[in-house]
């Protein structure tokens, strides 16, 4: 790894790696030499995942602590247990998300509440709460949000997901502003459709048969999404601030969106 992407040494924190995205991220990270945090409302799902970080010849470790991102004081648990093992988090990766598919007329209020709530009002307790952190550490950090292609195009069957992604995207370049100045950058990715555990519960497919699907050809890789995050963490993007980057492999992806 040429210096400059590197993340080794540091502490990163990413949410809703018992699976999908969040795990891929955790795993690389950890291969990469930085330990990390690995959390979600599973305990079982993010204990397995950081013993198999554990238990693997990456260099960085891993601990699992369980946290629901909605919950503000869970969250601050969850930073206080990081600084306790680590002793900084350099790197906050607000990957926890969750979507379900409906006609805009059949979301109901608790529905949109439930979307919104994990998703942006999540990702604003974990900014800010790592943020106050990071401000309080040498040398700052980076927070590295996560939007969605249906944040940035609209999704006719995920409106209370697009919107609240939409929300991120926007709160990404507020919070940038905001921390400019204590050294602390704040970027996001919009990923397009990414095989992932989430979405082939979404599509009616197996998991496992994720990869290997017709469809999956027209998916991106978690992997391809993790290497995004790292790149965002690393100093390779020390000029790149408030930005979403979109991954959605060869548009138009539009009839593959929801
Ligand atoms: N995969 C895609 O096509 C795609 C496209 C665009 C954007 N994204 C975004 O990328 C991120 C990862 O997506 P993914 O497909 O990897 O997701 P996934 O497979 O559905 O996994 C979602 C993760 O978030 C966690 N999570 C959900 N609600 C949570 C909560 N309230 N508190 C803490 N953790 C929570 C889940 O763990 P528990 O259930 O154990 O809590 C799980 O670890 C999400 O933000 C998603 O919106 C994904």
Request: glycine share 10%; hydrophobic share 45%; charged share 20%.
């Amino acid at each position: 790894m040429v210096a400059r992407f590197s993340v080794e040494g540091q502490t990163a924190v990413v949410t809703g790696s018992s699976q999908g995205i969040g795990a891929v991220t955790a795993k690389q990270f950890a291969a990469e030499g930085a330990n990390v945090v690995v959390t979600s409302r599973s305990p079982e799902e993010i204990d397995a995942v950081a013993a198999e970080i554990n238990d693997s010849d990456r260099p960085g470790e891993a601990i699992a602590v369980e946290c629901d991102v909605r919950d503000r004081e869970a969250v601050d648990a969850l930073l206080e247990a990081t600084v306790e093992e680590f002793g900084r988090i350099d790197a906050m990766i607000n990957n926890a998300g969750a979507s379900f598919m409906a006609e805009f007329d059949e979301i109901s209020e608790n529905g949109w509440k439930t979307i919104v709530d994990i998703n942006l009002h999540g990702t604003f307790h974990c900014s800010q709460l790592a943020g106050q952190r990071m401000q309080r550490q040498d040398g700052g950090g980076t927070i590295i949000n996560f939007a969605s292609i249906a944040g940035t195009m609209g999704s006719k069957y995920m409106s209370h997901y697009g919107a609240a992604k939409a929300a991120v995207v926007n709160l990404t370049t507020s919070l940038s502003a905001a921390y400019a100045d204590h050294d602390i950058r704040v970027n996001c990715v919009a990923p397009g459709l990414v095989g992932t555990e989430g979405v082939a519960s979404q599509m009616g497919i197996d998991p496992a048969d994720v990869d290997r699907s017709e469809v999956a050809k027209e998916m991106g890789l978690p992997a391809e999404i993790a290497d995004i995050v790292q790149f965002l963490a690393s100093d390779a993007s020390s000029y790149v601030v408030g930005e979403t980057i979109t991954a959605q492999g060869v548009p138009p992806l539009e009839d593959a969106l929801p």
